[in-house]
């Protein structure tokens, strides 16, 4: 349950941080002698803020998809025993395979 508490505190931290405008220009100019060289990165707010939206769902998402995948494989191997098993995400990706243990 603490673990739980943590990711969503975690979560609620990293999308309070997230906001920001649409592009964000920054200048760095040097002068030597008499020239001034400058540069400008101009970064896509957009973009980062669809990667800050992906990180916030790996901190909440993963665990829970974890704790669906390990519940569904004991309730599978309950009815199952000593029965291969293979997890399937919706995406077709096998998550986890392995063999049911055996009852005594």
């Known amino acids: 349950m603490r673990t739980l508490r943590a990711t ?3 979560a609620f931290l990293l999308l309070s ?3 920001s405008p ?4 920054e200048t760095t100019c040097h002068k030597t002698n008499d020239d001034i060289d400058c540069t400008s990165t101009t970064t896509d707010a957009a973009a980062q803020q669809k990667a800050n939206h992906e ?3 790996n901190i909440v998402g993963k665990p829970i998809m974890a704790w669906r995948v390990n519940r569904g494989i004991k309730k599978y191997c309950k009815q199952h025993p000593g029965e291969p ?3 399937t995400m ?3 990706t096998v998550a986890r395979r392995g063999v049911c243990p055996a009852k005594n």
Not at 22 to 25: D, E, I
């Open 90 to 92: 919706p995406d077709g």
């Open 55 to 57: 990180a916030a769902d």
């Open 22 to 25: 649409q592009q964000k220009t």
């Open 85 to 87: 098993f293979h997890w």
């Open 8 to 10: 969503y505190i975690a």
């Open 17 to 19: 941080v997230v906001a």
